[in-house]
T-cell receptor, first 114, second 108 residues
Framework: GGIITQTPKFLIGQEGQKLTLKCQQN?????MYWYRQDSGKGLRLIYY???????QKGDLSEGYDASREKKSSFSLTVTSAQKNEMAVFLC?????????????FGHGTKLSVL | GDQVEQSPSALSLHEGTGSALRCNFT?????VQWFRKNSRGSLINLFY???GTKENGRLKSAFDSKERYSTLHIRDAQLEDSGTYFC??????????FGSGTQLTVMP
């Protein structure tokens, strides 16, 4: 088995601040994802990456940057935090096209903006 | 528009009973996955299906790509089954589209 580690677990920021969320996986998966979950809604894709140094925009990429520094890590940056924003950011990984295409998630980073 | 419609949005069951959750797709999907959000907020992968049915304990899932739906059946519900369940489907290799979730409450 493997594990996906997200840091930090809780993030409190100020309006306008640039905030970075980090994700590490040891599944040796090629593809990694960042999703945003708002209360009462499904998950929405922000960015994904199919291999090291690759970046693909999801439906919610505006206001975010991402970086796939190496195969095992994928970071997400909120470029300018919005006042009163509250959401959970979930990192995930999978190995599409390899038979077992299950998506595995980290525990999430809960963001609050003051 | 939304490509995955999940129902019901909320469901209450008494212990020992069962029910089904359903996801309808507005387009042909290649595969579906079902997840449960546990008490720690983690999304646990329950099933991955490219076709047919799979069973794991008291849970059973089915996926019909042609008819554009998937179901998750829960039988003999237990208190620890409470949580939010999500389906997610993919039409291509990379992107999963999530349903809006079903909040399941199992009562004594």
């Amino acid at each position: 088995g493997g594990i996906i580690t997200q840091t930090p677990k809780f993030l409190i920021g100020q309006e306008g601040q640039k905030l970075t969320l980090k994700c590490q996986q040891n599944f040796n998966h090629d593809t990694m994802y960042w999703y945003r979950q708002d209360s009462g809604k499904g998950l929405r894709l922000i960015y994904y990456s199919i291999t090291e140094n690759d970046l693909q925009k999801g439906d919610l990429s505006e206001g975010y940057d991402a970086s796939r520094e190496k195969k095992s890590s994928f970071s997400l940056t909120v470029t300018s935090a919005q006042k009163n924003e509250m959401a959970v950011f979930l990192c995930a990984s999978s190995m599409p096209g390899q038979g077992d295409e299950r998506l595995f998630f980290g525990h999430g980073t809960k963001l609050s903006v003051l | 528009g939304d490509q995955v419609e999940q129902s019901p949005s909320a469901l209450s069951l008494h212990e020992g009973t069962g029910s089904a959750l359903r996801c309808n797709f507005t387009t042909t999907m290649r595969a579906v996955q079902w997840f449960r959000k546990n008490s720690r907020g983690s999304l646990i992968n329950l099933f991955y299906l490219a076709s047919g049915t799979k069973e794991n304990g008291r849970l059973k899932s089915a996926f019909d790509s042609k008819e554009r739906y998937s179901t998750l059946h829960i039988r003999d519900a237990q208190l620890e089954d409470s949580g939010t369940y999500f389906c997610a489907a993919s039409s291509g290799s990379w992107q999963l589209i999530f349903g809006s979730g079903t909040q399941l409450t199992v009562m004594p």
